[in-house]
């Protein structure tokens, strides 16, 4: 009988854009406890936590199921009372900047993954975290509850895992402006080139008459100049301190990635297609609709459609699909129903 192939599940962090400049998102599925703990922090520091600031940042997708939401809300005024804190100035909180950041999932259903299913037997509530987390895997599952943490679907240590999520962040972003430069230099170079050959065509003795002059001025006035000179070296001298901190954060994000990989709950077998379908919405950088999963994951746009019909995905007026609902005053505002 041959042996069974291992199945070579997709990596958590994308390793180019996937349209255009704009990096996939990955996700992060959060639990009550951690919810309650960094708003608290959030609180106590009057600053932004690195689980939020991950959220806003291009780098991550910020989700938990609708139970987690109900608990939150329930248990978060005793919670802040408890550790010396204004029960309502945490729920304004809560309300303002948690709400608006994260998706809410609301589904239920038979696991897939062995450890889900041993997670539903330990504790039938955390059932649809471990549920969202089967949907949206790979991803990261943040959690204090023993039950997710001893089922290995869950990494205890968000703190850390957030921060690394910004050090890569941060190399997109090198990333992307990068190649929109070196874009804008080619195009810009194109047309000069262009223009320049067009003109030699026309008129070739004024066109080189004319290019040997430029040259001579540039090299008289500017390069044989001690002024030139200066800006040289100061060039030379921005380039190097450039490269030097461009290396840095390079080796701050491999780092950063190789441990977000690591803690990434990564599914055991092949992915349902209705699981493809709701992660590839869950990680797009901008909304997407029906004909654009369908063409992501080839598949016909009529498949999409009827698979977005599912009730955890919102429609947007304008045939855009999310995964889950925001509470956020303007996210609610702009979109329709399911």
């Known amino acids: 009988m041959p042996a069974q192939l291992p199945v070579l599940a997709p990596r958590l962090l994308p390793a180019a854009p996937s349209s255009f400049f704009l990096f996939d998102r990955f996700p992060v599925v959060v639990d009550t406890n951690v919810l309650l703990a960094d708003c608290a922090h959030v609180l106590r520091s009057g600053k932004t936590s690195f689980l939020l600031a991950s959220g806003k940042l291009p780098v991550a997708h910020l989700f938990a199921t609708e139970r987690v939401r109900g608990e939150v809300e329930k248990h978060l005024p005793r919670h802040a009372e408890r550790g010396g804190l204004d029960p309502q100035e945490a729920m304004d909180i809560w309300r303002e900047r948690y709400l608006p950041a994260i998706r809410f999932v609301d589904l239920d259903g038979d696991p897939r993954d062995a450890r889900v299913s041993a997670l539903a037997a330990r504790h039938v509530n955390d059932k649809p975290t471990g549920l969202l987390a089967e949907l949206l895997a790979p991803c990261l599952v943040f959690s204090r509850d023993r039950d997710l943490l001893d089922t290995g679907i869950a990494q205890r240590e968000w703190v850390t895992l957030s921060?690394?999520?910004?050090?890569?962040?941060?190399?997109?972003?090198?990333?992307?402006?990068?190649?929109?430069?070196?874009?804008?230099?080619?195009?810009?170079?194109?047309?000069?080139?262009?223009?320049?050959?067009?003109?030699?065509?026309?008129?070739?003795?004024?066109?080189?008459?004319?290019?040997?002059?430029?040259?001579?001025?540039?090299?008289?006035?500017?390069?044989?100049?001690?002024?030139?000179?200066?800006?040289?070296?100061?060039?030379?001298?921005?380039?190097?301190?450039?490269?030097?901190?461009?290396?840095?954060?390079?080796?701050?994000?491999?780092?950063?990635?190789?441990?977000?990989?690591?803690?990434?709950?990564?599914?055991?077998?092949?992915?349902?297609?209705?699981?493809?379908?709701?992660?590839?919405v869950a990680i797009a950088p901008m909304p997407l609709k029906a004909a654009e999963v369908g063409e992501r994951l080839q598949i016909s746009t009529q498949r999409a459609a009827?698979?977005?019909?599912?009730?955890?995905?919102?429609?947007?007026?304008?045939?855009?699909?999310?995964?889950?609902?925001?509470?956020?005053?303007?996210?609610?505002?702009?979109?329709?129903?399911?």
């Not at 194109?190 to 003795?205: D, F, H, M, Q, V």
């Not at 303007?330 to 129903?337: D, F, N, T, W, Y």
């Open 163 to 280: 921060s690394a999520g910004q050090d890569v962040a941060q190399l997109q972003v090198i990333y992307t402006g990068g190649a929109f430069g070196t874009l804008l230099v080619g195009v810009t170079g194109w047309e000069i080139g262009s223009g320049i050959t067009r003109a030699a065509k026309a008129a070739p003795l004024p066109t080189l008459l004319v290019s040997c002059a430029a040259a001579f001025l540039l090299w008289r006035f500017w390069w044989d100049t001690d002024r030139g000179a200066q800006q040289r070296a100061g060039a030379r001298s921005l380039i190097s301190d450039a490269v030097d901190g461009i290396s840095a954060v390079w080796a701050r994000a491999d780092e950063a990635e190789q441990l977000l990989e690591a803690a990434a709950f990564v599914p055991e077998g092949e992915l349902s297609l209705a699981a493809r379908v709701a992660r590839r």
């Open 306 to 338: 009827a698979l977005l019909r599912a009730p955890i995905f919102v429609r947007s007026d304008d045939g855009h699909y999310l995964l889950g609902r925001s509470y956020g005053p303007v996210v609610v505002e702009s979109i329709g129903h399911p």
